[in-house]
């Protein structure tokens, strides 16, 4: 009798560690999408997308409003191809000479005034730059201003866990990946 329970309990905890192994070892993201992005999100690499295991077009975030002179691009994770953690990188492009009276100055000024968060003064990133941070888990956010564009960048993501639940990133890791992202499009601009 003792050694049948044994081995109902082993049977039992090697089956649980099987389920958890591939609940944490399924691979994050969607099928291609193939959406279609604005211009602006052209100035993306594909080789940053792939080290950022975000190369997979979000149609959800995707977007253009000509009155406002915004492009919003996203990606995630393509499924088999990005690993097995969710990453999400976003970028709000905001061309304000499109726009009638549009003051990129005054209005990257309010964005800093409005932004929540921990504001860090960032050189060397167009003409003028700031990371904001709100916590050790937060997501990564830039916004920069380059003539009359302004530009945000937000990567975030969680990373799965074997026998627990799911963690937010680094807020480290997502202002590493802001910044790269930020430096290697601005040129472009």
């Known amino acids: 009798m003792g050694i049948c329970l044994g081995a109902l309990v082993l049977l039992g905890a090697g089956g649980f560690l099987v389920v958890a192994y591939l609940n944490y070892s399924k691979p ?10 604005p211009e602006d999100c052209d100035l993306v690499g594909d080789a940053t997308l792939k080290r950022l295991h975000v190369t997979n077009p979000e149609p959800i975030i995707i977007g253009e409003d000509p009155s406002s002179g915004r492009s919003t ?12 953690n969710q990453r999400t990188l976003r970028i709000d492009v905001r061309n ?10 005054d ?20 003409d ?8 050790a888990d937060s997501p990564g956010e830039l ?7 302004i530009v945000t960048v937000v990567y975030s993501g969680w ?3 074997f026998l627990g639940d799911s963690t937010q990133m680094s807020s480290a890791e997502g202002e590493q990946a802001v910044l790269a992202v930020a430096k290697e499009i601005v040129s472009g601009l």
């Open 28 to 37: 994050a993201g969607d099928p291609p999408t193939n959406a279609a992005l």
């Open 73 to 84: 691009c996203g990606w995630g994770p393509t499924r088999g191809q990005d690993g097995n």
């Open 96 to 105: 304000l000479s499109k726009v009638d009276g549009g003051d990129a100055k």
């Open 107 to 126: 209005t990257f000024g309010t964005y800093r005034e409005n932004s929540s968060g921990e504001l860090r003064e960032v050189s060397g990133i167009g």
């Open 128 to 135: 003028e730059a700031f990371l904001v941070s709100r916590g």
């Open 143 to 149: 916004n920069f201003r380059e003539g009359q564009k």
């Open 159 to 161: 990373d799965r866990s």
